[in-house]
C-alpha cells in the first residue's frame, strides 16, 4: 500500500514556476512508477507526464514538453514536478499517481495509487 499527498499548488503569473511535490508513505516506493495528472473544470483527467521506478526514464505530454520536468528523490520519498514558462491554460488540479514495478503509463486505469490533488491557477 502506498499513500501519497501532493503540495506545492498555488496561484501563480503567467511565466512563472511551480514546483510540485508527491510525497509518499511506505519503503517500498522507489519500486513504483510514478505519472502527473491534472484535470481542469469542465475536462477529464489528462496525463502530464511519468517517471520511472529508478528515476532513469521520464515521458511527458506534449503540450508541456520542455517545460516539465519530473525528477524523484527516492531517498524521501517524494516526487517532483518542476513547471516553469506556465500558461494559464496549465490551471488545473495535479494528481500523482503510482504503480508498482512498472514502466511509466499513460492512462489513468493503470495507475493503482491516487493522490488528493492539490490546485495550481496560472493567471494572464
Known amino acids: 500500500q502506498v499513500q501519497l499527498v501532493e503540495s506545492g499548488g498555488g496561484l501563480v503569473q503567467a511565466g512563472g514556476s511551480l514546483r510540485l511535490s508527491c510525497a509518499a508513505s511506505g519503503r517500498t516506493f522507489s519500486t513504483y512508477a510514478v505519472g502527473w495528472f491534472r484535470q481542469a473544470p469542465g475536462k477529464e483527467r489528462e496525463f502530464v507526464g511519468g517517471i520511472s521506478y529508478s528515476g532513469g526514464s521520464t515521458y511527458y505530454a506534449d503540450s508541456v514538453k520542455g517545460r516539465f520536468t519530473i525528477s524523484r528523490d527516492n531517498a524521501k520519498n517524494t516526487v517532483y514536478l518542476k513547471m516553469n514558462s506556465l500558461k494559464p491554460e496549465d490551471t488545473a488540479i495535479y494528481y500523482c499517481?503510482?504503480?508498482?514495478?512498472?514502466?511509466?503509463?499513460?492512462?489513468?486505469?493503470?495507475?493503482?495509487?491516487w493522490g488528493q490533488g492539490t490546485q495550481v491557477t496560472v493567471s494572464s
Open positions: 499517481a503510482a504503480r508498482p514495478w512498472k514502466s511509466i503509463a499513460t492512462r489513468l486505469d493503470e495507475y493503482d495509487y
